[in-house]
């Protein structure tokens, strides 16, 4: 694999150095024995992980009651970039509203340790590879959540900072948006509409809590986007129901 290592974050480049060239070589207990950190998966009450640190030693307890292993895996990586970034503190207790890769993209302790965690667990340069030449959806968000043992919300995230198609995805609950994320290449001139389209599967699934996947169905632009012009375009659209109870919908241009 011929990798431009100038162009490497510095947690790419950390994999790097461990010779990861392929997603199975994603190891992140390895990686922490690495760093002289030892991993301890047990129940925790009122945090998703916890870090101490000890001089030139540490401990990271990872939450064992979420059923996800994307969700762990990625609670490993946020205590990994704090004990790689934060070394002026020696303790952190981070809850559920602090680790995810949804919020890597502000700015403060918790969410710089999202971004470098979004990293550890999908790192550009294997994704890149990965997606190739593929189209924007949640089937292709699937494939990666398979392919490198992460969340689909994570995989999606990671799809949309990638492509260069006019695309977003958004959350609701109970048919109401809840937040969203647009590629690039989304034209700023179009707003997402704040309420589910009411024929469509995404409103019953907000309602019931239904965890599946729909198929990419195309539809008009302006059942999901407001704007002018809207009304001419036209949208590719799939949808998940998620173990938070909200849908995840990822749509993305096709006229």
């Given at each position: ?15 790097f150095?461990y ?23 047990r129940?925790?009450?009122g945090c998703e992980?916890r ?15 979420s ?5 762990r ?10 004990w790689?970034c ?18 890597a993209?502000?700015?403060s ?14 790192p ?18 699937q494939?990666?959540?398979e392919?490198f ?5 994570a995989?999606a995230l990671?799809?949309?900072?990638l ?12 048919g109401?948006?809840?937040r ?5 290449a989304f034209?700023?001139d179009?707003?997402?509409?704040p ?11 907000s309602f ?10 195309r ?6 986007l ?11 659209y ?12 990822m749509l993305?241009f096709?006229r």
């Amino acid at each position: 694999m011929k990798i431009d290592l100038t162009s490497l974050s510095d947690p790419e480049r950390l994999l790097f150095s461990y010779g990861v060239t392929a997603p199975p070589h994603i190891d992140l207990d390895a990686i922490a024995a690495q760093q002289q950190v030892e991993v301890i998966y047990r129940h925790l009450d009122g945090c998703e992980a916890r870090l101490v640190r000890v001089g030139q030693r540490g401990v990271i307890s990872v939450n064992t009651a979420s059923a996800n292993l994307g969700r762990r895996r990625f609670s490993l990586a946020h205590e990994i970039a704090h004990w790689i970034c934060d070394q002026g503190r020696t303790a952190f207790a981070c809850s559920i509203n602090d680790i995810g890769p949804q919020n890597a993209d502000t700015r403060s302790v918790e969410t710089s340790a999202n971004a470098y965690a979004s990293q550890l667990v999908l790192p550009s340069y294997l994704v890149r590879p990965e997606i190739g030449g593929r189209s924007l959806s949640l089937s292709e968000a699937q494939r990666l959540h398979e392919t490198f043992n992460v969340s689909v919300t994570a995989a999606a995230l990671k799809l949309i900072s990638l492509t260069q198609e006019p695309g977003c995805i958004m959350w609701h609950h109970r048919g109401t948006l809840k937040r969203f994320r647009r590629s690039n290449a989304f034209p700023l001139d179009y707003y997402i509409v704040p309420e589910l389209p009411s024929e469509t599967e995404a409103f019953a699934m907000s309602f019931d809590g239904t965890r599946r996947l729909t198929v990419a169905r195309r539809g008009a632009a302006d059942r999901w986007l407001s704007g002018s012009g809207i009304q001419l375009r036209e949208v590719e659209y799939q949808s998940l129901g998620t173990a938070d109870g909200e849908v995840l919908t990822m749509l993305r241009f096709t006229r």
